[in-house]
């Protein structure tokens, strides 16, 4: 299973960009897809998910309401619509797959880097003030 993610770049305060995950080598259909980011001196932290069952989205309170994740399943890729950028969001982004079948109470879970099996290579986001 490769993970190829793109979309990075440099924004100004306010403005948007769309990250891509392309999935390769299984489908991304049936498992949970997160975006993780890590800022320089920072651990990785969470950002948000798409469950594997239902497809419902889950997001960090830093970015909710301003970030969205979405599925394409004929291109296997997940997508991470950001808007209202600000300088804090800037860091290394990262998209990842969890082999784990979890719901109800467990899909907290997904919220931990640990969870996940599978790793992009990152793709920076820089946001200038």
């Known amino acids: 299973v490769q993970l190829q993610a793109s979309g990075g770049g440099l924004v100004q305060t306010g403005g948007s960009l769309r990250l891509s995950c392309a999935v390769s080598g299984r489908t991304l259909n049936s498992y949970t897809m997160g975006w993780f980011r890590q800022a320089p001196g920072k651990e990785r932290e969470f950002v948000g998910f798409s469950h594997w069952r239902n497809k419902n989205t889950y997001y960090a309170d830093s970015v909710k309401g301003r970030f969205t994740i979405s599925r394409d399943n004929a291109k296997n890729t997940v997508y991470l619509q950001m808007n209202g950028l600000k300088p804090e969001d800037t860091a290394v982004y990262y998209c990842?797959?969890?082999?784990?079948?979890?719901?109800?109470?467990?899909?907290?879970?997904?919220?931990?880097?640990?969870?996940?099996?599978?790793w992009g290579q990152g793709t920076l986001v820089t946001v200038s003030s």
């Open positions: 990842a797959q969890s082999s784990s079948h979890l719901i109800t109470s467990a899909t907290y879970r997904y919220r931990r880097p640990e969870e996940y099996d599978y």
